[in-house]
């Protein structure tokens, strides 16, 4: 007899997904998939639309990042509009960048204080209603107060530059809208109101120290958990090949750390990418073409980046990139709970960028736009928190939006999650009569170190009940769980 | 002048699915008239750093869409903290937020739920005129209690 197992929906990820392990009649796991089953169009119904109207609303795509499809939104129609990054003032590419940074700190913080740390902090095998943020602020008060400010403080950040916390806006063709004064700023440098600049620099460096300890101590599990060779893609800055979150080439290598992307410019995106699709999914498969469907593949995100990268410009987060490339001797880095370390260096550097931001002013300045020549199309790409994030757009000569791609940065990692809950499934599931709930949670741990955004505004809050069902191969249902 | 304490307004939901605008059309009614001491937040949902919010008021409401038939249109209930249960994070309920500020930050405003009733929860701009009226005797209600709050607040 075939068993099914599912995991209907996946929690402590943005959105929902769904995982389904086949098992034969021997709990020999057959195969293991993660399914995306939202629909939401944006690519179609955004056709028609005035272009200026694309970064109102992509943004609506997630609760999470709309800052994210915000800007790369606006690049693309700066683009439109006869603009390259590079032709926006100063004062506006800062401001946009401030804006970038203060989202991706945000998130990062959202995802490590809220969704990963349990995991962390109480076990794989906790009880699940332990395994949540409320009992991490009650058993760890401290480390709470602390996730809790530096979300804050990113999504402070936004306020101040976009006008609200959740999809405000900021960006217009060619520029932002608004300036900033030095009273706004001072609210994040003196530290009177708010923990200041200088704290967030501090606790990230802190929280580093957290990781690093927990590697020491947990070294076997997450070297090995849910690894596997895969290649990765992320920007690069045009310059030197050091990381770059807003504006850079395209790079990507293979599992050995061949260049399999050469440090391509955002507008040539089209002819490398292709995206299949699957019957049992309604995410996509990017992959490079050159390499085709079954080698082409990427991971996108922290990791990533770190791997892609040649170095950091800011001092702090270097020397802790440094310090994780040491550990694989400089080689590529492909283990998946290491994404956590990633992400984390990702906050230290974003707060050392958000300093320097609010240090220097030109965010004071009036300079705010730039005109350019009327185009039909452009392209906008950035590291969102999760990854490559392309926006595509084309218009007619009314101004009407007539094509529009998106490839999301959770798309590019769709293969990749997969990949890891194949390896949990025959490396955790296989062969062992009962399923337990803190082995399903390992598949959850697998998919969560990608922190996939599985499109959160759409699903209907408050009620995402954890199902459990194992299925026969007739469709019966023989156990169900829910918690 | 009265020195009342500060008062926080928490009106949460999504003016994208109708009757769950509730709590936003709330605050839109009523933040004009409202004293200096009075701040309001929207919300599409609670989080964990809004127990950090809270704990700097002395008075906390909560208003929000109910899916419950009401009488009168709405339910006002004192908000007590309690724990969660709950594996999923995404968003956190009034008892929770309170039951975290108050073993967080050792801080425990007096807090109410006010919930009015929608009939229409689908992808829509703007209130049924069911919500509409519950909405007015809703807000009625909570100038009537708020007055009798502050008068028994300083005698």
């Not at chain 1, 955004?46 to 606006?74: D, K």
């Amino acid at each position: 007899m075939t068993q099914k197992l599912v995991i209907d929906p996946v929690t402590r990820v943005e959105g929902h997904g769904k995982v389904t392990v086949h098992l034969d009649e021997h709990n020999k796991v057959k195969d293991a998939f993660f399914h995306i089953v939202e629909f939401r169009g944006f690519e179609r119904f955004i056709q028609g639309h005035p272009y200026w109207e694309a970064p109102v609303l992509v943004q609506r795509l997630c609760g999470i990042c709309p800052v994210s499809h915000h800007l790369a939104a606006a690049k693309a129609i700066d683009q439109i509009v006869g603009l390259e990054p590079r032709d926006l003032s100063l004062p506006a590419q800062k401001i946009r960048k401030l804006l970038h940074f203060g989202q991706i700190f945000q998130s990062h913080a959202l995802h490590f204080f809220y969704l990963a740390s349990p995991d962390l902090l109480f076990g794989y095998d906790a009880n699940p209603i332990k395994r949540n943020v409320v009992a991490v602020a009650m058993e760890y008060p401290a480390l709470a107060k602390k996730g809790i400010l530096m979300r804050k403080f990113g999504q402070e950040i936004i306020k101040l530059v976009a006008g609200k916390r959740i999809h405000g806006i900021s960006t217009t063709p060619g520029g932002v809208h608004k300036k900033i004064t030095a009273k706004e700023r001072n609210y994040f440098l003196d530290g009177k109101d708010i923990p200041s600049i200088d704290t967030m620099i501090d606790w990230s460096v802190e929280i580093l120290e957290f990781i690093k300890e927990y590697h020491q101590k947990n070294k076997s599990f997450l070297n090995t958990f849910a690894a596997y060779p895969s290649g990765h893609l992320g920007l690069v800055k045009k310059e030197n090949g050091f990381l770059e979150l807003y504006d850079g080439n395209l790079r990507a290598i293979d599992a050995m750390r061949n260049i399999t992307l050469d440090d391509i410019p955002n507008d040539d995106y089209a002819d490398y990418f292709y995206e299949s699709v699957e019957k049992w999914s309604y995410l996509k498969f990017p992959y490079l073409k050159h390499l085709g469907k079954k080698k082409g593949w990427n991971r996108v995100g922290p990791l990533a980046r770190m791997n892609v990268c040649d170095g950091i410009e800011t001092p702090l987060a270097e020397k802790e990139r440094q310090e994780f490339m040491a550990m694989t001797d400089g080689k590529i880095n492909n283990m998946t709970m290491h994404t956590h370390w990633a992400r984390l260096i990702e906050i230290l550097y974003c707060a050392e960028m958000m300093k320097a931001l609010l240090e220097d002013d030109d965010v004071l300045s009036n300079d705010l736009l730039r005109k350019g020549e009327r185009r039909s199309e452009g392209i906008g790409i950035i590291e969102a928190p999760r990854g490559t994030l392309i926006h595509h757009y084309e218009v007619d000569d009314k101004d009407r939006i007539t094509r529009c791609n998106l490839i999301v940065s959770t798309t590019h990692n769709n293969e990749p999650m997969n990949r890891a809950v194949r390896w949990v499934a025959n490396n955790v599931l296989n062969g062992k009569p009962k399923i337990t709930e803190g082995m399903m949670n390992q598949i959850e741990v697998a998919i969560r170190a990608y922190d996939p955004c599985l499109s959160c505004a759409t699903h209907a809050l408050g009620q995402m009940p954890m199902q459990m069902q194992l299925i026969d191969r007739y469709g019966n249902i023989i156990d169900e769980k829910l918690r | 002048m009265k020195n009342y304490d500060k008062i926080l307004i928490i009106g949460i939901g999504n003016c994208g699915r109708s009757d769950d605008g509730l709590g936003w059309a709330f605050i839109d009614k009523i933040k004009e008239n409202l004293p200096a001491n009075f701040n309001c937040e929207y919300r599409y949902q609670l989080q964990i750093e809004d127990a950090e919010l809270i704990s700097h008021y002395k008075v906390v409401y909560f208003i929000d869409a109910h899916k419950k038939h009401f009488d009168n249109g709405f339910i006002w209930l004192p908000c007590s903290p309690k724990a969660t249960d709950s594996f999923s994070t995404h968003e956190l309920d009034p008892e929770t937020v309170l039951y975290l500020a108050k073993n967080i930050y050792n801080k425990q405003p007096e807090t109410f739920i006010l919930g009015i009733t929608g009939e229409s929860f689908e992808l829509q701009i703007g209130l049924s005129k069911v919500a509409q009226q519950n909405l007015l005797s809703a807000i009625s209600f909570f100038n009537n209690k708020v007055n009798t709050q502050y008068i028994k607040a300083i005698t």
